[in-house]
């Protein structure tokens, strides 16, 4: 399951926020919100790639787990708990929308910042020329992402954003192990296709 | 050509879901198969690239916004369906999203500058109700109506110059109460130099407290 923040040290424990949620103190889900809403929009924004519904999204997924908190058991960290919430949500969505992957390229689906690629360009040491390099190919990563299907962009998802394990992937799509790894295995066979270029030019 | 179960190891590997003699055996095969061996540092370079452009934790557009909006469907669902209020689930803060309501801003701003005096009677159910009105410019004239379907007042100035498309709020701040969670202000700055102060009637609809140039 994706790894909660351990809160800094002086920061109130989620398992003592979730009791005053459970009591009905909002309070209490803001300061969670606050803790995670950056996790939560990061996921659904890289399985949809459109800022203003992966924003609506997160914030859905934010009301549904307060509705849900008085069934929660704290037998699961919190933010797994959330993060299966906000991950069904989505893929709920994205499902409705029927986007599929074998589709034209829609550039609706891809109008990401082109600093989105950037912001994970390690800052500071690289020379301009190598950070404009990194940027360009956040970039075609993000557009080769947008043209996977659902369901294999979210298994990309779950494995390189969350690092979960198979299993783990299993237990939260719901799917057999054997599915895991074929769609891993498709996934990245059509972000190979769809990157080959920009590797080959880029040597 | 590689079987499904080949497919899978070559996953597998990249992942590190494999057990020490199942590692031990295909990095035996890479050695022997250059084709293997070339697709595999492919697939590990891309899937390293891949960890960088998506990263686990992204700042929140309008972080503050978000948060609050989300407090205020809170409090709505907490107020309970008995609400009068039925039918409308969203946000009064929705209205920021509408293009519209940086039209009405600007509308507002405009009413400021030109010095346009509203008398407004406090209504019993939040409607804003326009008794009066009075432009000390002699070439602006005033009228409003009102909408009961639409739960709108709306004000006509004609005679203003036309208001710039491209007008728009850059800024906002949020003031809650903090004895009422549904009560709050919100400031808003506009790219001119604007500041409107916006809060809620008992509708939930937007209203006006206050408007200032700063520059």
Redesign the interface.
């Known amino acids: 399951m994706p790894a909660s923040t351990a809160p800094d040290s002086g920061e109130v424990p989620d398992s003592d926020l979730v009791k005053r949620c459970q009591a009905g103190d909002t309070r209490a889900f803001d300061a969670l919100v606050s803790r995670y809403r950056g996790r939560i929009y990061a996921m659904t924004y890289h399985m949809i790639q459109n800022e203003t519904e992966a924003w609506d999204l997160a914030q859905e997924a934010f009301i549904k787990a307060w509705r849900a908190l008085p069934r929660f058991k704290l037998d699961s960290s919190f933010y797994t708990w959330l993060y299966r919430i906000a991950h069904n949500v989505t893929y709920d969505y994205l499902r409705k929308k029927k986007i599929q992957g074998d589709g034209e390229f829609d550039d609706s689906r891809t109008e990401h910042k082109a600093a989105a690629g950037a912001e994970t360009v390690p800052h500071g040491d690289d020379a301009p020329d190598t950070a404009l390099k990194n940027a360009e190919l956040g970039q075609r990563i993000h557009a080769a992402i947008a043209q996977l299907s659902p369901e294999h962009r979210q298994v990309i998802v779950l494995r390189e954003v969350e690092g979960l394990q198979y299993e783990e992937i299993a237990a939260t799509i719901p799917c057999s192990l054997g599915t895991v790894m074929s769609r891993l295995f498709y996934a990245r066979k059509k972000l190979q296709e769809l990157l080959k270029d920009t590797y080959e030019n880029a040597t | 050509m590689k079987t ?1 179960p080949e ?2 190891d ?3 590997w ?2 590190g ?1 494999m057990s020490a003699t199942e590692l031990e055996r295909f990095t035996a095969r890479l050695e022997t198969d250059s084709a293997l061996k070339a697709e595999a540092e ?2 590990q ?3 390293a ?13 309008y ?1 503050d916004f ?2 609050s ?3 205020v ?3 709505q ?2 107020v309970g369906s008995s609400s009068v209020l039925t039918g409308e689930r969203a946000s009064w803060l929705d209205w920021f999203r509408l293009p519209s309501f940086v039209t009405a801003a600007a509308v507002a701003v405009a009413v400021v500058t030109a010095g346009v005096m509203i008398v407004r009677q406090p209504s019993e159910v939040g409607n804003s109700l326009v008794l009066s009105s009075y432009a000390p410019n002699g070439k602006v004239q005033v009228s409003s109506y009102q909408s009961a379907e639409a739960q709108a007042t709306v004000l006509v100035l004609d005679g203003l110059e036309a208001i710039p498309a491209d007008r728009k709020i850059v800024g906002y701040h949020i003031d809650r109460s903090e004895m009422n ?1 549904e009560m709050a202000a919100t400031t808003l700055y506009g790219s001119g130099g604007e500041v409107l102060v916006v809060s809620t009637d008992s509708r939930n609809q937007p209203r006006l407290l206050a408007a200032a140039m700063t520059r």
């Open positions: 499904p497919d899978h070559l996953i597998r990249l992942d879901e492919f697939m370079r891309m899937c690239d891949v960890r960088s452009a998506l990263p686990a934790e992204m700042p929140v557009p972080g978000f948060n909006q989300i407090q469907r809170l409090t669902e907490t969670t």
